[in-house]
């Protein structure tokens, strides 16, 4: 009975590690990361080797060695591509995910621009007639103001940039958690198919979440606190609406309340 007595445990041992190390490592390569195992192991030169005999019964004789070198050379070949095979996998696919990522980020930037482009297209438009109202046009109020406009925009393209990379990151995130999940599946007894079909899913999954993300990138609304000279009128018009306001109700607060009751003293039916 082979296994050293113990009815094959440490073989059949043996061959559940090499098993899981060659799962690990397929799904590993699916996310980009090398090949930690051989996918194939090189043959054995005892397999490619035989003895030859002449005679028969009593009167055969071992003859020489006899190894199958054509045999052999193709059997490491074939093994020494899926080798290689492996390893490039792993290189195409961190490639592909790495241009996911950065298409992402892009995307993010994109919608994000788009939104702070149309924020300060206002923006301009609303400074551009304060200045005229006040005949401030032209001036040096006219250059600062366009100044400030201009250094919250491209502040504005700064920060839109860190959120642009967040959701790449983000992705990024997913993915590797994802794998380091699925690594301790295999551990616990998943099969190297079932790693790989789960890995393929959530992979989709991350994906299309971080699309969804990057369409609604967002900063706010940009110029709000800038102190751009339209925005002083507003402020103050708004100060004067809210006291306006509180004037009306204290004043409504203060008249003579007015209703039918007659005056005098309260009777009290006996």
Do not use: C
């Amino acid at each position: 009975m082979g296994g050293g007595g113990d009815g094959g445990f440490s073989e059949r041992q043996d061959r559940t590690d090499a098993s899981k190390a060659r799962a690990r490592s397929a799904l590993n390569v699916l996310f980009g990361v090398a090949p930690t195992v051989a996918v194939a192991d090189m043959p054995d030169r005892a397999s490619f080797t035989t003895n030859t005999t002449t005679g028969s019964g009593q009167d055969q004789q071992v003859g020489p060695t006899v190894f199958d070198q054509a045999g052999y050379d193709a059997a490491v070949a074939a093994a020494q591509h899926a080798n290689d095979a492996a390893a490039s996998d792993a290189t195409t696919n961190k490639a592909g995910l790495d241009a996911l990522f950065q298409t992402t980020r892009d995307n993010a930037y994109t919608a994000g621009k788009r939104r702070v482009d149309e924020q300060k297209t206002t923006a301009g438009r609303d400074l551009k007639f304060e200045l005229f109202a006040r005949g401030l046009n032209g001036g040096s109020t006219d250059i600062d103001q366009n100044a400030l406009l201009g250094r919250t925009y491209t502040q504005g393209l700064t920060d839109l940039g860190a959120k642009a990379d967040g959701t790449a990151t983000q992705l990024r995130g997913d993915n590797e958690a994802a794998r380091l999940q699925l690594l301790q599946s295999i551990d616990s007894g998943m099969d190297q198919g079932s790693a790989i079909s789960s890995a393929l899913g959530q992979m989709k999954v991350n994906a299309d979440r971080a699309a969804s993300d990057a369409t609604g990138t967002a900063i706010g609304d940009l110029f709000a606190n800038t102190g751009l000279i339209y925005q002083q009128n507003r402020v103050a018009q708004g100060k004067q609406n809210a006291a306006n306001a509180w004037a009306t109700t204290a004043a409504s607060a203060a008249r003579p309340a007015t209703s039918g009751a007659r005056s005098g003293a309260l009777t009290f039916a006996g």
